[in-house]
């Protein structure tokens, strides 16, 4: 009996019923896709910058991704500009955040950070 399934455009053959799982944090530390991962470099998001499509998919990709996306992105762009231009942030070398991954990856024990207010 031939089983039923569906091939993607790489030849990857899978069964039909079978649960498919993309890890973006493997993907966004893949270093065949992103050499530098570590590296705070936004120029690597800068618009025409040679990454692939498909590099960066915090939010998934497809019909079922993230409709918050776009309201997310805004979001984080207006807080963090607000904060940055009050506040100088650094990270409490007590309280280290450990990576929890969720469909998002998380921190088990919260982010904390010391704030020093700008003049
Ligand atoms: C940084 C913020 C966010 C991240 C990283 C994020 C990430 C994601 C990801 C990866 C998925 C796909 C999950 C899957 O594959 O099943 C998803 C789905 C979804 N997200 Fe977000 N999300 C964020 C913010 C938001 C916000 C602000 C909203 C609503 C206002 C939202 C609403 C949803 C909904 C409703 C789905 C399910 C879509 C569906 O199954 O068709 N998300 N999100």
């Known amino acids: 009996m031939d089983p039923t399934g569906v091939y993607d455009q790489s030849s990857f053959f899978c069964p039909t019923g079978f649960l498919v799982f993309l890890s973006f944090y493997d993907l966004h530390h893949n270093p065949k896709v992103w050499p530098n991962a570590e590296v705070f470099d936004p120029s690597q998001f800068a618009p025409g910058s040679s990454q692939h499509n498909h590099a960066f998919l915090p ?4 019909s079922r991704n993230c409709i918050g996306k776009q309201f997310a992105m805004n979001e984080m762009k207006v807080a ?3 904060t940055l231009l009050r506040f100088e942030l650094a990270p409490d070398p007590f ?10 990856l998380m ?13």
């Open 59 to 62: 939010f998934s990709e497809g």
């Open 80 to 82: 963090v500009a607000l």
């Open 107 to 119: 921190s088990k024990n919260g982010i904390h950070l010391h704030l020093t207010k700008l003049l």
């Open 95 to 104: 309280r280290v955040p450990v990576p929890t991954p969720r469909i998002v």
